[in-house]
């Protein structure tokens, strides 16, 4: 509205303006040389404007005319850009979604028409390393780290591309570069902490840390459980150097994140080392109710140095009553109580404590029940059919990171260089999967686990010698006698030096037979009588599962059975009776058997001449 009026104002004004000139009388006369030239005021006035026009329009064709040249280069130029522009976004585009050869199309349309745009020259390397084309890929991004726009992500393409190449050094050394442009990178400072930590190089990664706490790149609480991460690897790598600066590092690692299984275990060393129990106690127990870890029990254990075994059991029952039963860490405390009861000689509390887990044991359930029956009744070959349950058994939780299984703990995953990786828990490989138990207890296992077999009542020598029955025609592949324990154990010689199968042979029962009759002795002649006979107030025998009917089985046919190799115990090597085998031996025979086998040498040569 203001609009309109001014501009009626204005018409208004210029109304007024040409009709007071068309009202001024007289005339104005224009001398120039010979010439004169007489007219009224309103048409010089008139003229005037005429002219003025006039001059305005031949200037306006003349620049337009003059301007011609640059508009058509602007013009052209705008249509180029836009063609760049348009390519860069279609090739972005198809790298999105894995096309190639489009991409490869839309990165030589952008070079063609936006050289100098930094998305071109990004489309162009991205292009190269989607083809795998990595020497291109290398020479675009040192063209784009030459540029003061495009340096960092210069810096970057270079620094994966030398990732991509294994050249750890050279990456680091990009991403000190990139880190000296801009301290807040968050690629370069992680790859820089990484590096310094991988090195040993604590001092300097705490150093990034504090840049990065400055920076704005880690939370406050993160910050905390890293620099205490960061002090404990410093401790750890001191302890034996200089115990004064790995004290001081853990007592602040243990400060900054309680809960770190590492710090608070060499923290507890420490305070326990100044008979400060309490503390140390404390210490313990925090990380404990935050992840039960078999070091803190041990720690907790000789927090108190001289302590007798039972002593140390108590105090390990008192730590493990502090977990519920409902956690998931409930069993490395029942597993520390077993460990302790074993060293007690309570060998009833570890029988205990272990039998819940004796269904579906792990690993270290097995171990124990193997130490437990070696240490408690002397059993070697119960304690071996453990030991081989165990190889099979379930793995405990470990120390993990990325897919990496370690027996101690690390600052950094070797994987992935990433700070504070490794968690305790059970690895990947051993998890339950819907397809069924992959682990199955064998029958050579479930029968050397069994009861053993009831002792043999031998006659006395005074008695009478009884002829000893005549025994059941039974197949030759299942004989159990004492006498002939020997052949097996020759045949076990031999298939010692081989690993233990994977999978269960079919006959495990007689394998298990055969185990059973070489650990027991050589029967003397007296003890292969009959026994004497039972008093009637004695409990009958129970039946071992040692041994099986053999009435499913069918009698031998005249063609030989093949012998089934005995497995043995890992731990028992067996003796090679038999020398090496000769290949030529093997072919030629005996003499005997090859008694007109031709002869070598002269001799020979000889014969077949005669001949």
């Not at 041990?298 to 519920?324: F, M, N, S």
Request: proline letters at 8%.
């Amino acid at each position: 509205m203001l609009r309109i009026v001014l501009f009626l104002i204005l018409i208004a004004l210029a109304a007024a303006g040409g009709a007071w000139v068309a009202d001024q009388p007289g005339e104005l006369v224009l001398t120039w040389g010979g010439l004169r030239a007489t007219t009224t005021f309103p048409g010089f006035v008139l003229g005037l404007g005429i002219f003025a026009a006039a001059t305005v329009l031949v200037w306006s064709i003349v620049t337009m005319v003059w301007r011609t040249p640059g508009r058509l280069r602007r013009r052209r130029h705008e249509k180029r850009h836009a063609r760049g522009r348009h390519a860069i976004t279609q090739g972005l585009l198809a790298i999105g979604h894995g096309d190639t050869a489009l991409a490869r199309r839309h990165a030589d349309a952008a070079r063609r028409h936006a050289a100098n745009d930094p998305l071109a020259l990004l489309l162009h390397a991205q292009s190269a390393q989607l083809e795998g084309n990595r020497d291109e890929a290398q020479r675009v991004f040192r063209a784009m780290a030459e540029r003061d726009d495009t340096r960092l992500l210069g810096l970057r393409g270079l620094f994966i591309e030398a990732q991509r190449a294994d050249d750890a050094f050279g990456a680091v050394m990009i991403a000190e570069e990139a880190i000296k442009l801009s301290p807040s990178s968050t690629w370069a400072s992680h790859a820089v902490l990484g590096f310094r930590c991988a090195r040993g190089d604590w001092s300097g990664a705490l150093a990034i840390l504090d840049s990065n706490l400055s920076a704005g790149l880690v939370d406050k609480q993160a910050y905390r459980r890293q620099r205490g991460v960061l002090l404990t690897a410093r401790a750890l790598e001191s302890e034996t150097v200089d115990r004064d600066v790995a004290r001081e590092n853990v007592m602040e690692a243990v400060k900054l994140a309680p809960t770190l299984v590492p710090a608070a275990v060499l923290a507890a060393k420490f305070e326990s080392e100044a008979h400060q129990v309490r503390r140390a106690m404390k210490l313990v127990e925090a990380a404990w109710l935050a992840n039960p870890h078999p070091d803190l029990a041990d720690a907790y254990a000789h927090v108190k140095l001289g302590d007798t075994a039972w002593h140390r059991l108590q105090r390990v029952e008192t730590l493990a009553a502090k977990t519920p039963a409902d956690k998931p860490g409930h069993v490395e405390g029942q597993l520390a109580i077993a460990r302790a009861a074993i060293d007690a000689s309570e060998f009833a509390r570890a029988r205990e404590v272990l039998a819940p887990y004796l269904k579906d044991p792990t690993q270290r359930v097995a171990l124990l029940m193997a130490e437990l029956e070696r240490t408690e009744h002397g059993d070697g070959g119960r304690a071996r059919a453990w030991t081989l349950r165990a190889v099979r058994a379930r793995l405990d939780p470990a120390w993990t990171a990325d897919g990496y299984v370690s027996d101690r703990w690390r600052p950094v995953s070797p994987v992935t260089g990433r700070l504070d990786a490794f968690q305790w828990q059970t690895p990947v490989a051993s998890l339950p999967s819907d397809k069924g138990t992959m682990i199955e207890s064998s029958a050579f296992e479930e029968a050397m686990l069994a009861a053993p077999p009831p002792k043999r009542v031998t006659a006395a020598p005074s008695q009478t010698p009884v002829e000893p029955p005549a025994a059941a025609p039974a197949p030759a592949a299942q004989d159990n006698s004492p006498p002939q324990a020997k052949e097996p154990e020759k045949e076990a010689e031999k298939q010692a030096v081989k690993e233990v199968p994977k999978e269960v042979p079919k006959d495990a029962a007689q394998e298990a037979d055969r185990e059973v009759a070489m650990e027991q002795p050589a029967a003397t002649p007296a003890e292969r009588t009959d026994p004497a006979p039972v008093p009637a107030e004695s409990p009958p025998p129970p039946a071992t599962p040692v041994f099986r009917t053999r009435a499913d089985l069918g009698k031998p046919g005249p063609a030989p059975i093949p012998v089934i190799p005995i497995v043995r115990a890992p731990d028992d090597p067996g003796i090679d009776d038999e020398g090496p085998s000769d290949e030529f031996t093997e072919q030629i025979g005996t003499p005997k058997a090859h008694a007109k086998a031709q002869a070598g040498g002269w001799r020979g040569f000889w014969s077949r001449w005669g001949a």
